[in-house]
């Protein structure tokens, strides 16, 4: 409501005009501290709030960070254990050729026959002194008797003496 005459110094009702002022005066400034105080407080608080869920995102990303770390990790850790398999199994085949080709190479020495009956006698004392015998073509020999067969080959004979010295092959590859 808009008074429709001012009120002067020396009004009856200037006192109560100026008291009415201040009393409202002093109730914005008390409202607008409470407000400045609300906001600052709202502020703070939205402030804490960012601040935990920003350390909770970036823990969580961390956490995930971790997990996909680890992963790739185990990954590499697979690929590298299967490279190191199959250069192992590669190496173990080269020496396995190598040693059947270096056996096999006896049947062109002039004490491979030795050999032969060698293998013959152990043969015989493995099935009956009787067994029937025969060369194979790849090299050894084979042996029956009484439905019972054995085979030394020279193939055979290496992958035999191969398997004996497996462990020291095993000793190539320790760290």
Do not use: F
């Not at 823990?59 to 192992?88: C, F, I, P, Y």
């Amino acid at each position: 409501m808009t008074p429709t005459t001012a009120l002067g110094p020396g009004h009856p009702l200037e006192p109560l005009v100026r008291a009415l002022r201040e009393r409202a005066d002093r109730d914005a400034a008390e409202l607008l501290a409470r407000a400045d105080a609300d906001a600052a407080a709202t502020l703070a608080d939205a402030r804490a709030r960012a601040d935990e869920v920003l350390a909770k995102a970036r823990d969580a990303g961390q956490r995930d960070a971790a997990t996909l770390l680890a992963a790739a990790r185990s990954r590499a850790e697979r690929e590298a254990r299967a490279v190191l398999l199959a250069a192992q199994q590669g190496a173990y085949e080269d020496a396995r050729a190598a040693v059947r080709a270096a056996v096999c190479r006896l049947r062109d020495d002039p004490a491979y026959p030795l050999l032969v009956d060698a293998l013959r006698d152990r043969a015989r004392r493995e099935l009956a002194p009787g067994a029937t015998t025969a060369e194979l073509p790849s090299g050894g020999i084979e042996a029956r008797a009484g439905g019972r067969r054995v085979e030394y080959s020279l193939e055979g004979l290496a992958d035999d003496l191969l398997e004996q010295v497996g462990g020291d092959l095993a000793e190539l590859w320790a760290p």
